[in-house]
């Protein structure tokens, strides 16, 4: 059996299905006073109904939103040393375009020239301990095309102050030095709360005797391993759209559809084509800071939220349902997100229209409109939570290349075989989806290309 567990911020649901897709339990709590509240009632609901059977759940897939908290909760974040590694200083300050309180927690800067240089590294241990500075940000300028000085002084860090968590910014990007660096500061002192959420799950999990292994959703619609999230939680943040986008089709047995993720107070719009959201053009903002962190593409549709402040206080429903300016709004929201059904629709290729979300039943019967098929799945308000049971592992390769002793395709095939290493490395899998993409830099003299190589594989946990 697997276990999906989605962590929102007031609420947890889980999900247990069989190797097949049979939903065997299911729930959902709202309860708890927070979310680490939330998921032991939900555990707690779903391991007794199972009782005497954990032992059969060979797989725990996880979505939370712990890491998007504590952006908001700044007493959680590390403390950052920010470590640049270039020929020459530069002039640009970081994290130039930042809230004043992530700022504060940026507590030292150095340039570093040379990794050999014993005597510029004897002054960095010192800066650092000085510092008081719990997590540390890497970020090499040429590290795209050549990550080795990173890893030289990652793994010199690591030895020296073992006690340090360190980040290297050649693992979020390649192109965008601001965007690569305010993405490895970030990641950097998110690594705390990340321990903290991972120590809480499994003292949950241990109370139950479960020891079956733990996957986390990513960004992107994959799953990576405890160790990996440990080392990258910045990539988990926004997981639960992108499993939700794509548990609607592993409800609905489709490949191609339209998905509509009803929450609370809002909605996505996405097009699914062959089982896959297309990337977002724009990387993600995270409270305003420019990031490398891609989303899946969708159309956002919120509610009026002025009066939806005045709803936040009737707490029954029914209450909601008659107040007059409730209905205004809600009729107004469905129809807004008809309008961006339209908009989203492929013209000669009409696709059914699945809805998900905590909302979705509440919306289904007033979203009528010319096309045919609208489908509301059975355990619609699980998406997410049934989407991770069933996502596939990822790995991904990104980097910029001067192709002067290399062919593009002797490139291509080392990378794609190092993807394929890092996902043996991590359970047995059926490799289903390859993407190859390259972006050459025709500005610049000699063959130089940014290719991106990404292998996704489904897990074989018997």
């Known amino acids: 059996m697997r276990l999906g567990i989605d962590v929102g911020r007031s609420y947890t649901d889980a999900v247990l299905t069989s190797e097949n897709g049979r939903i065997f339990a299911r729930t959902k709590s709202t309860r708890g006073e927070d979310s680490v509240e939330n998921t032991r009632l939900a555990l707690s609901t779903i391991f007794g109904q199972i009782k005497g059977n954990e032992a059969s759940i060979k797989g725990i897939f996880v979505c939370s939103s712990h890491i998007e908290q504590a952006l908001n ?4 974040l590390a403390k950052t040393y920010l470590v640049r590694i270039s020929p020459m200083p530069s002039i640009l300050q970081p994290a130039v375009d ?6 504060d927690h940026i507590v030292g800067t150095t340039h570093f020239s040379s990794t050999e240089d014993d005597q510029e590294w004897e002054e960095l241990v010192v800066k650092i301990k000085e510092s008081d500075a719990q997590s540390i940000a ?19 860090i690591t030895v020296k102050l073992p006690d340090l968590a360190v980040s290297l910014s050649h693992q979020f990007g390649s192109i965008g030095f601001i965007e690569r660096e305010n993405t490895t500061l970030l990641n950097a002192m998110l690594r705390p709360a990340t321990v903290l959420s991972k120590n809480l799950l499994h003292e949950i999990l241990s109370d139950y005797g479960v020891q079956a292994p733990v996957w986390i959703a990513k960004h992107d619609g994959t799953l990576m391993t405890e160790s990996e999230a440990l080392g990258s939680p910045i990539k988990t943040i926004a997981s639960n759209r992108a499993m939700a986008f794509q548990g609607a089709g592993e409800l609905a047995r489709l490949t191609d559809y339209v998905v509509v993720n009803v929450g609370e107070n809002e909605a996505g719009v996405a097009v699914v084509k062959n089982g896959k959201v297309d990337e977002s053009s ?3 903002r995270i409270d305003g800071i420019r990031t490398t962190i891609s989303l899946p593409s969708y159309e956002h549709v919120e509610a009026i939220p002025e009066r939806l402040k005045e709803y936040e206080r009737l707490d029954i429903e029914r209450q909601k349902i008659q107040h007059p300016n409730y ?9 807004n997100v008809r309008s961006v059904i339209e908009r989203v629709q492929p013209r000669y290729d009409e696709l059914p229209i699945v ?3 905590s909302r979705s039943e509440t919306l289904f019967p007033h979203l009528e409109s010319r096309y045919e098929t609208w489908l509301l799945p059975d355990a619609s308000n699980y998406s997410c939570a049934y989407g991770l049971c069933f996502a596939m592992v990822g790995s991904e390769s990104d980097g910029i290349y001067h192709l002067k002793d290399s062919s593009k395709q002797e490139v291509i095939e080392r990378e794609m075989r190092k993807a394929e290493i890092c996902l043996n490395e991590k359970a047995r899998f059926l490799i289903r989806d390859q993407e190859v993409e390259e972006y050459p830099f025709c500005y610049l003299d000699g063959e130089i290309s940014r290719i991106r190589v990404r292998i996704k594989g489904s897990l074989q946990l018997n």
Do not use: H, T, Y
Request: some cysteine; hydrophobic content about 45%; glycine content about 6%.
């Open 73 to 76: 909760e700044v007493e959680r």
């Open 98 to 103: 930042w809230p004043e309180d992530l700022q």
């Open 138 to 156: 890497v970020v090499g300028v040429n590290s795209p095309m050549d990550a080795e000085s990173e890893r030289r002084l990652g793994a010199k």
């Open 282 to 284: 724009l990387a993600m």
């Open 327 to 335: 209905i205004d709004d809600f009729q107004l929201f469905c129809s």
């Open 355 to 357: 809805l998900v979300g």
